[in-house]
């Protein structure tokens, strides 16, 4: 059976905008508003463009009007990190670099390592010894990048990256790339676009703050006034949450000055909210993307209506679930045996 007229017109118009949604490069969604211009090579790999998911168990666990969570997993390399290296890498291949550079807990390595091989330039990634999960770094080093491992940590790993790339061979990816901050102010875009206002507050986890610092920037550019809640680690140097495992966030002064609310979360807060984001609601992300929500289910948020980052994949630090989650039974190939072992069926109602 074939549609005619006015509803094929209107699925065609339909499928053509959902194409463009899921298929444009973050940079040409939002070109406007971002510093390329015509010649600009646009290094992507279909950034943006993610889901904002309605979670209503949670909310209503919260006493929350409205909870929505920006589940930025669904970038190409599993974090939003993806939004900002998109521009950093192609703005390092306009201005003629040779080669990339950042130190990284993980997704920014999995990332610059991604968008290096697209643009065709050599990436150098350092990574804290031992403070990297092994599904990031073997992501990293399947992407083509030459990892060093650091005898130090994160800060050290940065101040060294830093100190290379002033000597003018590498281009620095980390968040202090002003281009990767440019490219991270499109997550509110997208929220504030697709709510049709913007939220009661923005609330995401703060590693090193570049994040936050862009969507202060975003709100800053919109003309908007609305809170911006950033939960950090209590612990930071010690947190099982090791994308946000930073002592000295190089961009606190920033996040201060944007007046963004810093709050704290335990790793036990932490590991109870990534816990009842995927058992409630289905998403299975990495222990640090949940330290907004673990502010949100602790009251400590206000407003009703609320717009919560989920930053990276379970997948991409899959040990703490490993050791956490329940293991399977082992159970003979019995049909008795299985339904023994089994939650029942759920009853109607
Ligand atoms: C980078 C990262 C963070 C922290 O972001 P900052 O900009 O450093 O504050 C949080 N979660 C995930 C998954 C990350 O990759």
């Known amino acids: 059976m074939s549609v005619e007229g006015p509803a094929r017109q209107m699925c065609a118009e339909r499928s053509r905008g959902v194409l463009r949604a899921l ?29 904002l998911l309605r979670a209503p ?36 291949l306009e201005e003629g ?37 092994g ?45 990767r901050r440019e490219g991270q102010k499109t997550a509110v875009l997208e929220i504030v676009e697709e709510l049709g206002a913007p939220p009661d507050a923005f609330v995401l986890p703060y590693g090193g703050g570049g994040n936050t610092s862009s969507y202060a920037q975003a709100l800053r550019e919109l003309g908007v006034d609305t809170p911006l809640v950033s939960v950090e680690a209590a612990r930071r140097r010690e947190t099982l949450a090791t994308a946000i495992r930073i002592g000295a966030p190089v961009h606190a002064a920033a996040v201060a000055a944007a007046g963004a609310r810093i709050v704290a979360a335990d790793d036990d807060e932490l590991v ?57 039974a082992l159970v003979d190939p019995d049909p008795d045996a299985i339904a023994a072992a089994s939650p029942s069926a759920r009853s109607g109602g």
């Open 23 to 51: 298929t444009a490069a973050l940079i040409e969604r939002y070109r406007d508003r971002l510093p390329v211009t015509a010649t600009t090579p646009v290094v992507t790999l279909g950034e943006g463009s993610t889901p």
């Open 57 to 92: 168990r949670l909310a209503r666990a919260a006493g929350l009007r409205e909870l929505w969570l920006k589940w930025e997993a669904s970038n190409p390399t599993g974090s939003y990190k993806d939004r900002g290296m998109t521009l950093a890498v192609s703005k390092a």
């Open 97 to 133: 670099a040779q080669a990339v550079l950042c130190a990284s807990t993980g997704n920014t390595a999995g990332s610059a390592a991604a968008y290096a091989a697209r643009a065709g330039l050599p990436a150098v990634v350092l990574t804290p010894q031992g403070a990297v999960s």
């Open 135 to 179: 599904a990031k770094l073997a992501q990293t080093r399947m992407l083509g990048a030459t990892v060093l491992e650091v005898r130090g940590d994160f800060d050290e790993a940065l101040a060294a990256a830093q100190e290379l790339a002033a000597r003018g061979t590498h281009v620095l990816v980390n968040s202090l790339n002003p281009y």
């Open 272 to 328: 109870a909210a990534w816990r009842r984001l995927a058992v409630e609601e289905g998403l299975f992300c990495e222990p640090s993307s949940a330290a907004g929500l673990a502010a949100v289910l602790r009251g400590d948020v206000e407003g009703e209506r609320l717009a919560v980052t989920i930053t990276g994949h379970g997948l991409k630090d899959p040990a703490v679930a490993d050791r956490l989650a329940p293991p399977p």
